[in-house]
Structures are given as C-alpha cells and as structure tokens.
T-cell receptor, first 111, second 112 residues
Framework: ELKVEQNPLFLSMQEGKNYTIYCNYSTTSDRLYWYRQDPGKSLESLFVLLSNGAVKQEGRLMASLDTKARLSTLHITAAVHDLSATYFCAVGETSGSRLTFGEGTQLTVNP | ETGVTQSPTHLIKTRGQQVTLRCSSQSGHNTVSWYQQALGQGPQFIFQYYREEENGRGNFPPRFSGLQFPNYSSELNVNALELDDSALYLC???????????FGPGTRLTVL
C-alpha cells in the first residue's frame, strides 16, 4: 500500500525567509502533485511532476521530484504572508487511479 | 468555462440516515473522483468514475456508493450514516483519469 509522508507538519516562518517542505512516498509512482488549501476552502492545484528530475516553478514556489529517492520537495523563497495555507502532496498509483495524499504541511508566515 | 461545482455546501444528518451529494465536472472532463477529508487530515480516496464506470475504489465500505451520468456529473451516496462520516466531501474532475484533478468547493457533512 502506498504511503505518503510530509514533513514538517507545521511550519512557522518569517517573511523573507526560505524553507523546504519534504514529501516522501513508499512505492514507485509516475505522478506527483502539490496542492494548496486555505482554511475552510477546497484544494487548488499548484504543480504536477511526471518524471525524474522534473522541476516546476511558479512565483515564490518551486517543486522538484526525485523518483529514485521517492522524494519531492516544495521550496519556498522569500516567504510572504499570502503563502500561509496548508500544502499537500499527492502521489498517483502506477497504472491506477488512486491519489494518496500526505497529511499536509500547515504553513504560517509571520510579518 | 465553469469549474467543478458541488451541492449542497453544508448538510446536517442524523445517524442511520442516507445522504446524496452531487458534483458537476469541469467542462470536457470525463473523470470524477470523490474524497473524504476529516478535520486536520489529508483527503482520502473513496472512488473514481471514468466514462460512467467505476475505475478504482479506496478502503471505504459498500455503504459508500456512486454514480456517474452521461453528462459526466456524479453522485456520492452514503447509507446508514455513522458519526465518523462527518467530514468535508470533495469531488475532483480531470480530463482523463491520469490527468491533474481539479477540486470542487466541497460539501461539509455533519452527522449527529
């Protein structure tokens, strides 16, 4: 059974600082997604990573994938308050429909 | 182009009752997936429908059932509600079953 672990689960950081969220998964997969969720809201798609070494960037967020290490990272550069949210990684089964989500990382960016 | 919509937004039921939640997919998407998200946790996969057929199921009992219609809208039915069924229910649509899933706003179900 595919297991997905994120760390840290809680992250409090100051504006302007950099940090990385890690997503480890237990079995081979060919697709990994990052989503953002604001309190009481639904999930917003941020990135989809489909191959080893894939890197995607949008604004202050950059995601990467290492399929050999079964590891994805979400790097935050020069954090701003608007990035405060919960971030989830989700891993797709190989040749299957199920997405397995991590527990989420609750990010708070303080002024 | 409209996004994924769900109804109702909130629902309160009592234990033992039955509930039907509805989802309209994003235009052109033939796949819908349903998830249960308990407070403070990540979404858990319930099942997926692809072109009106079930295309995968998570670890949920048979009292969780679904349908997908020819227009690719979908229903989630839950029978014999239990207190632990209280959660946010999310549906997500995608162009094909392997594509990025786009989530609706969710239905908050409370079971008393």
């Amino acid at each position: 059974e595919l297991k997905v672990e994120q760390n840290p689960l809680f992250l409090s950081m100051q504006e302007g600082k950099n940090y990385t969220i890690y997503c480890n998964y237990s079995t081979t997969s060919d697709r990994l997604y990052w989503y953002r969720q604001d309190p009481g809201k639904s999930l917003e798609s941020l990135f989809v990573l489909l191959s080893n070494g894939a890197v995607k960037q949008e604004g202050r967020l950059m995601a990467s994938l290492d399929t050999k290490a079964r590891l994805s990272t979400l790097h935050i550069t020069a954090a701003v308050h608007d990035l405060s949210a919960t971030y989830f990684c989700a891993v797709g089964e190989t040749s299957g429909s199920r997405l397995t989500f991590g527990e989420g990382t609750q990010l708070t960016v303080n002024p | 182009e409209t996004g994924v919509t769900q109804s109702p937004t909130h629902l309160i039921k009592t234990r033992g009752q039955q509930v039907t939640l509805r989802c309209s997919s994003q235009s052109g998407h033939n796949t819908v997936s349903w998830y249960q998200q308990a407070l403070g946790q990540g979404p858990q996969f319930i099942f997926q429908y692809y072109r009106e057929e079930e295309n995968g199921r998570g670890n949920f009992p048979p009292r969780f059932s679904g349908l997908q219609f020819p227009n690719y809208s979908s229903e989630l039915n839950v029978n014999a509600l239990e207190l632990d069924d209280s959660a946010l229910y999310l549906c997500a649509s995608s162009l094909e079953w392997w594509d990025t899933q786009y989530f609706g706003p969710g239905t908050r179900l409370t079971v008393l």
